[in-house]
Every structure is written in C-alpha cells, then in structure tokens.
C-alpha cells in the first residue's frame, strides 16, 4: 500500500487501449473478477454499475478486468448495460502484476484462476486500497464509501 502502481496499457471493450497514466489526476478502481456471464461476477458488475455515477461525482472511474476475450467482454458489457468499460487480460499480465491468481476449489477439483479483488489507485498513481478474497454482498457500497472518504 502506498507504493507507485508500474504503468501499464491493455487492450479494452470500445475498440480502446488502457493507458494507467491517461488516468492520472483520477482515482482509479479495477476490479478483477473471475469470468463473464457467471452469477457472482454479473451481480457484481451490475452493483459497480448501479453506483458508476456516484463514482465518476468522486473523480473516480472503473474498469472491470478478467482473462475473457475482448469478444466476450463486449457481450457481457451490452448485457448489463455497463457504461464503464472492461478490460481483457488473457494471458494474465495484469493479473500476475496485481497477484490475484489463486488456486481454487470448484465442484471438487483444484482450478487455477483470478481471486476476486478491488484496488484503488489514487490520483498520484499510488495504491491506496486492495480487497482480496471480495464477497459480492455489499462491495460496491463499501468501495463508494472508502472513495467518498478519500474527497
């Protein structure tokens, strides 16, 4: 916490490439969420979603980032309705650098994939917040409070 987040660009839905220091003077969410189209991870968006105003009232903008395809990202943005944009990560740079791989259990067998996390980067470039191991309930709420806090 506290330590200069690396620059880093990837490719995102709008045809767009993320620039982390296009964002400079912005607080800066990425949520990493395991895969598009699944419960947890369309209910999540959809509460990021819900509160996108507020966030962008509090000089903050949001990117959700998965290892899905630009494709899928767009399906699953048109969807919801997201007016936020997504992020493709498919070979796991973003998400090594943010070390949200994490050995799981689903339905009984060991799968490697993404831990659901938030992080706040300030205007500075600076990380300022991270959850790790995110339950759905209640997250977008306790990130608009710690970026209302931070005004």
Sequence with gaps: MGCEVPQFSAAMTSGAEF???????????LYFYPKDNTPGCTTESIAFRDIHSQLLAKNAVIFGISRDSLRSHEGFKSKLELQ????????????????????????????????????????????????????????????????????
């Design 19 to 29: 620039q982390l220091s296009a964002y400079l003077g912005k607080k800066v969410i």
């Design 84 to 151: 936020f944009e997504l992020i493709s990560d498919p070979d796991e740079t973003l998400c090594l650098m943010f070390n949200v791989m994490k050995m799981k259990n689903m339905y009984g067998k060991q799968v490697r994939g993404i831990e659901r996390s938030t992080f706040i980067i300030d205007e500075a470039g600076k990380l300022v917040k991270e959850w790790r191991g995110v339950k759905v309930a209640d997250h977008a709420q306790a990130v608009l409070d710690f970026v209302s806090s931070q005004t």
